[in-house]
Structure formats: C-alpha cells, structure tokens
Nanobody, 115 residues
C-alpha cells in the first residue's frame, strides 16, 4: 500500500518561496507518476504539476515559470519548489498519482501567501 506524506508548507509573503516535499512509501511503479495538486475551499483539487510520459515536467498556466518539480529517487520523494509566490497560490497542497487510480490521499500541507 502506497503512503503519501506532504510537508514543507507554511506562511510566506508574496514573492517568497517554499519547497514542498512528498515522501512516498510502499510499492509503486515509479516516482514519475506522482504529481502535485492543490485545493482551495469549495473548489475541487487541481493538478498543478506532473511529469509527462516523455519525462518532461508539465505545469498549469498559473504556476508555469514559478514552480518546479523535482524527483529524488534517493529520498523516495517528489519535491515542488515554489518561487515568486502569489496570494492566489494559497491552498492545501497534496501529492498523488497524476492519472489512473489514485492512492489514498495524505493530509496535505497548507500554503498561505500573504499580500
């Protein structure tokens, strides 16, 4: 059974940076299948960063150029580096498979960006 544990969130001012980490344990095909989602109240979770089948990172328009995805096979983690944060990035961030049957969701990590 795969377990996902997100960490690294916090409160930052606009323009600041955070690095989120998704620690993965259990049997799975590969870390490249893990993406990062975010959710704000009363909205569904949005996949904001993932690795394509060709191995390239893909980002939604809102975060492209500011967020970067890193796969660390040694740590069994998938990190999300977030720079130049904006208040609209405020959300709970989760990691999970980017397609197919999802794993059980972790608790997520709260990111709050103040203006």
């Amino acid at each position: 059974q795969v377990q996902l544990v997100e960490s690294g969130g916090g409160l930052v001012q606009a323009g600041g940076s955070l690095r989120l980490s998704c620690e993965v344990s259990g049997s799975m095909t590969g870390l490249e299948e893990i993406g990062w989602y975010r959710q704000v109240p009363q909205r569904s979770r949005e996949l904001v960063a993932r690795i394509s089948i060709l191995g390239d990172p893909i980002y939604v328009d809102d975060v492209r150029g500011r967020f970067a995805l890193f796969v660390d096979n040694a740590k069994n983690s998938v990190d999300l580096q977030m720079d130049n944060l904006k208040p609209e990035d405020t959300a709970v961030y989760f990691c999970n498979r980017n397609s197919g049957r999802l794993y059980a969701w972790g608790r997520g990590t709260q990111v709050t960006v103040s203006s």
